[in-house]
């Protein structure tokens, strides 16, 4: 890739309490508020259907907020149609124009901001070529393969130098193995020309892998929002927890509270950890299956159980171990050698355990 | 305000000041105005100078709407919402004026005698709207939907929401208009006062409603002698269409091809072809007739004339269009399904009575349905064959065009004629119109369709080839007999019919068109050839805005636009002619009413063609073009119509074959300057000068057939020559 005549007019994105209603009941989006600052790759990540597609939707003009205000830079465009909005879409499927050839179609944009032929013609060949097609130009979209598709489709968002650029799951008609190669391209062009990017996804670790931040949305609503390894160690609530990596969730009693520490009881066992504002009582732990450790039967201050399923999963050993706090499902070597009916003690590696913030 | 505000302003200021206001003798491309006295001359003036002459002081108040944006807005930063409430003002303050004085003053003065008592008596008269008054309409009609825009609906979309107002401006004015007038001329009595019990009586007639007939007397009502007509027209045909639907798909028949190429003719044939060669098989004089008569030495009698003409003739034309609904639903019903029932044990017998059977069955409906709708509305066949048998088309034209010129009476019984149309359109979409229209996926599930059981298939067989033996008889008849002298009376053959009607000449100028049917046959191709790209038009127009738009009142937009697909042709031409006579719009013996019937006419099927290809088209191409920067329209133009292109061909196509081969609406709106090719030959028929008559449906066919193929191979060759650019730019 060459160096690029693009510039960056990346500007932030802002709502303000935006819902969306479809037809009369249909809430696909909760009064969602929400900062993406210029220059940045955010995520929107939920399981499908949370109102995630409907989000980048509302930023893109294509549908208008039910109520609430949007703003893009210092202009609020709640009102503003997506032709007037200066924001680029690289769809799902691409929609490439079927009819135009790859050149036609990434000069489509420019053509229509009124700019000279030449400059027209110039912009689209550096756009293909920062996505690596220069010589595609005369083909029609019909005539590439799906990745090369989905290149013209971003050098087409691109040229336009938008303030925003938003793409809707875009990996997802690609085969696995080229998803990594385009998911870091995405990236690698973001940075370099200074972009802001709003990214849809429903695969947490295509999220966690490209991200500056995560907009974590569930049901309609946001459930966290946070860097990415923010919210794998931190999570708010269980529903992030389990939908980033897996995670155990343990009911737990609060002993005591001094200061920021707490200390907690999950069965047999005894730890100290931060108390992310519980109070004494009842209490809600979440324990990556990773930090978990298996001991033999004996160990002090530990968590004694049963395994009931082992399965080899080449890197590593995943276990089911029943004990007095429920099922938990532990990640260990693959060195590891428990048999099913084994009696085992788990225990928690220090920075492994979270306590929850009271709902 | 923006760009387009002004344009629509200046528009009508060119309208209102420099065009003339009234109608003009030489149609509206006349331009004799120019150098005849323009601009005082009051047949020709615009309304500025009207006024300026201290004449039709009525008009002063649009000067006004026209001007009230301007005052009101100006360039003055005021809010949108204030700039549109004053947009929507001035629109609807325009669109009501031009209304009111319309209908409040015409050819004599007040039309209303209470206007009169009101106003005093009025000493002046006006004709109907012509190129001044059509543009200020327009004027103020997309000031209008501008303002509609401007508060906020269609996001604020000023194209979709005037095209969505044009649309709704016109199916209000040619087809919902024309209705309501016919509903109140039926309801008034002959010296213009409104009564119901007159029109109950006239309704309630024994003529339209008698049932004489079953109490052993000669004649029923002709309500019933239709709706008994169209009940076994479309039973018939819908087995008839079952029966080659099944051949078509499921047999191992060699000659598919041919049997879907059946599905062409009922397009390219004018209705009363297919009347004309029964006559000429079966008629007094017919060949089978008079074979019949010398093998059993009987006496030829006009047995054909009546019931059993027309039902012959409306199976011929009308079998192909239930044969092209079923055929969709016949390889709509999923393979998987019949496999599943063979797995289950079940014989092809009972695989096709209990599970194929009963999934077509919607389909079955819908085709008994159209073809129920297509007999009500056929006029060609009634026309040559109907003898005694009476039929609401035909009664309708004859209440008219007779020595009675009742239009009282054709009013009511166009009402009848629509009773039964709108009852079945309206089953249909209730019962099936939805499904209609939902395009079959690619997610084929696999799997062959089931051949068809032996005492299925079997009668099948029988059924398709009589039929076509049948077809081909009566087309072969139809050729051949614009050769022949006079049909069953003098055989010998002859180009004298040829000749008679499209003989050319040489004269001083050149060449000379000097054969009677010349005339009729411009007439036709010009009124064809500008209809065509104007219903393709409404037609995609109203499909896209019912695919891609959401809006309110959409259904009922959509119902609508698709409500002219159940007024039969003969109800339009009642209607035009008495809602179309008088100013404000004046049509009457202008081209321009051919035209307009015709888009209107054909316009669902412009539309159903429009929806069923832009359903295939990714909503994301779109929204694609919106983000890139591009407006409704562009998108429109740029990426939609290209995409669309075999659509809009077809489109092309179908409605231009449908305006030279219609008969129904046609007859009633021919003039002798505007004579159409099909009312000139229903003339002829009329006169017993079969030969000319059936020479010049012969020469419809072919160059219609001629069309057909030519946009056919255009199609196809649209796609390869984009191919060929390609390969040779990149070379
Ligand atoms: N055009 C629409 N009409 C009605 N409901 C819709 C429409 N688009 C989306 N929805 C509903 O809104 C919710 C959120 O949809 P979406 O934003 O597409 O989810 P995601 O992209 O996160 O999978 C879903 O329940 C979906 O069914
Ligand atoms: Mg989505």
């Known amino acids: ?359 | 305000m923006n760009k387009s505000t002004w344009l629509w302003l200046v528009l009508g200021l060119i309208g209102f000041c420099l065009l003339p206001w009234y109608v003009q003798e030489d149609g509206l491309w006349g331009f004799e105005w120019l150098v005849d006295g323009y601009p005082f001359d009051p047949d020709y003036a615009p309304a500025l100078f009207l006024l300026m002459q201290g004449e039709k002081l009525w008009l002063l108040p649009l000067a006004f709407w026209l001007l009230l944006p301007i005052a009101a807005i100006g360039n003055s930063p005021k809010t949108v919402r204030y700039k549109a409430n004053v947009l929507l003002l001035a629109g609807v303050l325009g669109l009501s004026w031009l209304a009111i004085q319309g209908y409040s003053i015409g050819l004599r003065g007040w039309n209303y005698e209470a206007l009169a008592t009101l106003f005093g008596p009025l000493d002046d008269r006006q004709y109907g709207m012509g190129a001044g008054a059509l543009l200020v309409t327009a004027a103020f009609l997309f000031i209008l939907t501008t303002g509609i825009a401007g508060r906020g609906a269609v996001n604020g979309d000023v194209f979709v929401v005037g095209a969505i107002g044009l649309i709704i401006a016109m199916v209000t004015v040619f087809i919902f208009f024309p209705i309501v007038q016919m509903l109140s001329s039926a309801l008034r009595d002959n010296d213009g006062t409104y009564s119901l019990g007159i029109f109950l009586a006239k309704f309630l007639d024994n003529k339209i409603w008698g049932l004489n007939c079953l109490q052993g007397g000669t004649r029923c009502g002709v309500a019933w002698n239709s709706l008994f007509l169209a009940v076994l027209v479309g039973f018939s045909t819908t087995v008839l269409g079952l029966a080659f639907a099944l051949v078509a798909t499921r047999s191992g028949f060699k000659y598919k091809k041919l049997l879907r190429a059946l599905t062409v003719l009922p397009i390219i044939t004018p209705p009363f072809v297919i009347g004309l060669a029964i006559i000429l098989l079966f008629g007094l004089s017919g060949s089978i007739t008079q074979f019949v008569a010398e093998l059993f030495n009987l006496q030829p009698t006009r047995w054909i004339y009546g019931l059993p003409g027309i039902y012959i003739a409306q199976m011929l034309s009308f079998t192909p269009i239930a044969f092209l609904v079923l055929i969709g639903v016949v390889e709509g019903v999923s393979p998987s399904m019949e496999e599943a029932a063979q797995t289950l044990r079940a014989t092809k017998w009972q695989t096709f009575r209990t599970v194929s059977l009963p999934l077509m069955r919607p389909g079955l409906a819908n085709a008994f349905l159209l073809g129920f709708i297509e007999s009500m509305a056929d006029f060609g066949n009634p026309l040559v064959l109907g003898g005694n048998y009476d039929v609401l088309s035909t009664e309708i034209f004859f209440a008219i065009v007779g020595a009675q010129n009742d239009q009282g009476k054709a009013a009511v019984l166009a009402i009848a004629l629509l009773i039964f149309t709108l009852t079945a359109f309206y089953a249909q979409r209730r019962w099936l119109g939805k499904k209609s229209y939902t395009t079959k996926t690619g997610k084929g599930d696999g799997g062959m369709h089931v051949m068809l059981p032996r005492r299925v298939l079997l009668p099948c067989y029988f059924i398709a080839m009589t039929w076509g033996v049948f077809t081909v008889t009566v087309y072969g008849m139809i050729l051949y007999g614009g050769f022949v002298e006079t049909w069953g009376l003098n055989n010998t053959l002859t180009f004298k019919h040829y000749i008679t009607a499209f003989g050319i000449g040489y004269n001083d100028f050149g060449i000379h068109f000097k054969g009677a049917a010349w005339d009729s046959f411009w007439t036709t191709l010009k009124i064809a050839a500008t209809a065509a790209p104007l219903t393709a038009i409404v037609g995609l127009l109203t499909a896209w805005l019912l695919v891609r738009q959401n809006f309110a009142g959409k259904n009922a937009f959509e119902f609508g636009t698709m409500l002219s697909f159940a007024i039969p042709g003969t109800v339009i031409g009642v209607s035009y002619i008495l809602a179309f006579n008088v100013p404000p719009i004046e049509l009457t013996g202008t081209g321009a009413i051919l035209v307009i019937s015709f888009i209107f006419r054909n316009m669902p099927v412009g539309v159903r063609a429009g929806i069923a290809s832009m359903s295939q088209i990714d909503k994301s191409l779109d929204e694609a073009s919106l983000t890139l920067g591009a407006n409704t329209w562009r998108t429109f133009t740029r990426i939609i119509l290209p995409l669309m292109r075999p659509a809009i061909l077809a489109a092309l196509v179908f409605s231009f074959v449908r305006a030279m081969t219609a008969i129904s609406a046609v007859i009633f709106l021919v003039s002798a300057e505007y004579n159409m090719a099909t009312s000139y030959i229903i003339g002829r028929v009329e006169n017993n000068d079969y030969g000319i008559a059936i020479a010049y449906s012969s020469v419809l066919i072919v160059v219609m057939l001629a069309v057909v193929g030519l946009m056919q191979l255009l199609v196809g060759r649209v796609d390869t020559r984009r191919r060929l650019s390609q390969s040779e730019s990149k070379a």
Not at chain 1, 49 to 70: D, F, Q, V, Y
Not at chain 1, 186 to 215: C, N, P
Not at chain 1, 234 to 245: C, K, L, R, S, W
Request: proline share 4%; charged share 20%.
């Open chain 1, 1 to 359: 890739m060459s160096e690029s005549q693009f510039g960056s007019k990346a500007a932030s994105v802002e709502f303000q309490q935006v819902s969306k209603i479809y037809g009369k009941t249909v809430m696909a989006v909760d009064s969602v508020s929400l900062h993406v600052e210029a220059g940045e790759l955010v995520t929107l990540l939920g399981p499908s259907g949370c109102g995630k597609t409907t989000t980048l939707r509302m930023i893109a003009g294509l549908e208008m907020a039910s109520s609430g205000s949007i703003k893009i830079g210092d202009t609020d465009v709640t009102h503003v149609p997506a032709t007037d909005r200066d924001v680029s879409m690289v769809f799902q499927s691409y929609a490439l124009f079927p009819h135009m050839t790859v050149l036609e179609n990434v000069s489509y944009g420019l053509k229509i901001s009124k700019m000279k032929k030449a400059e027209v013609l110039d912009r689209a060949e550096s756009g293909l070529e920062l996505v690596g097609l220069s010589g595609y130009g005369s083909r029609l979209p019909s005539e590439l393969s799906g990745g090369q598709q989905q290149r013209v489709a971003v050098a087409r968002a691109l040229v336009l130098e938008p303030q925003v650029l938003l793409f809707d799951e875009p990996l997802s008609n690609l085969d696995a193995k080229l998803r990594r190669q385009v998911r870091e391209d995405i990236r690698e062009i973001q940075t370099k020309l200074g972009l802001t990017v709003v990214y849809v996804t429903h695969d947490q670790e295509e999220a966690l892998a490209v991200s500056d931040r995560i907009i974590v949305m569930n049901n309609a609503v946001i459930a966290q929002i946070g860097a990415p390894r923010e919210l794998y160690a931190q999570p708010v609530n269980e529903f992030v927890a389990d939908f980033i990596g897996e995670a155990n969730l343990f009911d737990a009693q609060v002993t005591d509270v001094n200061d920021t520490l707490a200390t907690v009881t999950i069965g047999d066992m005894q730890i100290t950890i931060a108390a992310n504002g519980n109070a004494v009582g009842p209490a809600r732990l979440a324990v990556r299956p990773q930090a978990i450790d298996l001991y033999d039967v004996g160990e002090p201050n530990s968590l004694s159980g049963v395994v009931r399923k082992a399965s080899y999963a080449g890197s590593h050993m995943e276990y089911q171990v029943e004990t007095a706090a429920g099922q938990v499902f532990v990640v260990s070597d693959a060195e590891t050698d428990r048999t099913v009916g084994a009696d085992v003690c788990l225990r928690f590696r220090s920075t492994g355990p979270v306590l929850l913030p009271p709902a």
